[in-house]
């Protein structure tokens, strides 16, 4: 795998655990030489990740849409920065980029790309890994919500069997290149 897209907050959260998190994802993917496709905000987790993954000799590819360029500021260190003129081409680019797709700790913005490209999977549109980090059990109320829509006959595939989902970085990136744990 040469390329993975992470969708996470431009805030750090209220509890460490979520920017250690971040720099440990950077870490993870620069050491095993994977560039990390990402928003390209140089604020929150968005910056720890990508200062993470830089300072360890990673490649981070940052994508984002001239509007937010406009108003906020983005990372100046990144390996790459591509504007796009919408969120739609802005999206469509992250997906073009990246083999995989993991959501880190975030809010709204986090959950709706996740969401699109689960749903882009679920409908058979491509076959990505898509992937929740668990941090701190920030994810679980998520996993029990799609486990009720699944119960109640609203989701025909489990999301036990098409998301990956891991507690630290280092076991998200073993469970997507297929090693083992040991």
């Known amino acids: 795998m040469q390329s993975i897209c992470i969708f996470l907050g431009a805030s750090c959260g209220n509890d460490p655990i979520y920017m250690d998190a971040a720099s440990a994802m950077g870490r993870e993917l620069a050491a095993r030489g994977i560039t990390c496709v990402y928003g390209?905000?140089?604020t929150g987790l968005m910056n720890r990740l990508a200062d993470s993954a830089l300072e360890a000799g990673g490649r981070v590819v940052g994508v984002t849409v001239q509007a937010l360029k406009d108003k906020e500021e983005f990372h100046r260190g990144l390996s790459e920065l591509h504007v796009m003129p919408t969120m739609h081409a802005r999206k469509k680019l992250m997906f073009d980029l990246s083999e995989a797709f993991i959501a880190l700790p975030g809010g709204?913005?986090?959950?709706?790309?996740f969401f699109e490209v689960y749903t882009h999977r679920?409908?058979?549109l491509h076959s990505k890994p898509c992937a929740l980090l668990n941090?701190?059990?920030f994810y679980s109320p998520m996993e029990l919500m799609m486990r009720k829509a699944a119960?109640?006959?609203f989701m025909k595939t489990p999301h036990e069997e098409s998301i990956l989902i891991a507690e630290t970085?280092?076991?998200m990136l073993d469970r997507l290149l297929g090693l083992p744990r040991g």
């Not at 709204?108 to 790309?113: D, K, S």
């Open 122 to 124: 679920q409908m058979g």
């Open 40 to 42: 390209g905000s140089c």
């Open 135 to 137: 941090v701190n059990g």
């Open 108 to 113: 709204i913005g986090t959950y709706e790309e």
């Open 151 to 153: 119960q109640e006959g």
């Open 169 to 171: 970085p280092a076991e």
